[in-house]
C-alpha cells in the first residue's frame, strides 16, 4: 500500500461555529488517526471537524486536497432506558 506524505499537523474543528479548536503535531495522533486508505494508498488526514446534534455526534476527516476521507457518526447511549432503570 502506498502512503502518502503527511505535512505533519491536524487541524481540529468545531463544525458549528468553524472555530480551530486544536491543531496537533502528528506525533500527538494515534497511527489510525493520521491516515485514512482510499484505495491502494494511505492518505493523510490533515483536518477533523466535529459537529453535535443532540445526541449525535458527527465526525468529518479530510485529506490535504480538501477530499473528505471517512465520515463517523456516533450516538450517546440512553441512559434512563438502560439495564435496572
Do not use: K, W
Amino acid at each position: 500500500m502506498q502512503r502518502g506524505t503527511h505535512p505533519g499537523t491536524i487541524v481540529y474543528v468545531d463544525g458549528t461555529t468553524g472555530a480551530v479548536v486544536d491543531e496537533l503535531p502528528i506525533s500527538q495522533v494515534p497511527e489510525a488517526g493520521r491516515f485514512v486508505a482510499v484505495g491502494d494508498t494511505l492518505v493523510p488526514v490533515v483536518r477533523v471537524v466535529a459537529m453535535r446534534t443532540g445526541a449525535r455526534r458527527c465526525i468529518y476527516e479530510y485529506g490535504p486536497q480538501d477530499e473528505l476521507l471517512r465520515a463517523t457518526e456516533q450516538h450517546a447511549a440512553n441512559r434512563s432506558t438502560g439495564p435496572g432503570r
